[in-house]
């Protein structure tokens, strides 16, 4: 059973930075994948960023993310991070981190087993 749990979200104006963090514990942390995912008020759940297991050598971003998000991973510390640069108005969401313990999160991310609880976003214009 894997338990996962984020943190650093906030309030931030357009243009600024935050970095989350996803706490796990259960399982062998090195041995799978992670991935972030947000759901904006009135929209569907989606995928943001996926870091592989291990070294986390294999790294996916959303079209939307790609160039201003950064996912990486601190073995030694049980975590996974995403720093997000150039933050825009329309990235505001609850982002939630999940996994499904295999070492490859891949589309189209059905059958993901563990959810966190989510911490939430807000980019002020």
């Known amino acids: 059973q894997v338990q996962l749990v984020e943190s650093g979200g906030g309030l931030v104006q357009a243009g600024g930075s935050l970095r989350l963090s996803c706490a796990a514990s259960?399982?062998?942390?090195?041995?799978?994948?992670v991935g972030w995912f947000r759901q904006a008020p009135g929209k569907e759940r989606e995928f943001v960023a996926a870091?592989?297991?291990?070294?986390?050598?294999?790294?996916h971003y959303a079209d939307s993310v790609k160039g201003r998000f950064t996912i990486s991973r601190d073995n030694a510390k049980n975590t996974v991070y995403l720093q997000m640069n150039s933050l825009k108005p329309e990235d505001t969401a609850v982002y939630y981190c999940?996994?499904?313990?295999?070492?490859?999160?891949?589309?189209?991310?059905?059958?993901?087993?563990?959810w966190g609880k989510g911490t939430l976003v807000t980019v002020s214009s």
């Open positions: 259960g399982g062998t942390f090195t041995s799978y994948a």
């Open positions: 999940a996994t499904d313990a295999t070492a490859y999160l891949t589309p189209p991310y059905y059958g993901i087993d563990y």
């Open positions: 870091i592989s297991y291990s070294g986390g050598a294999v790294r």
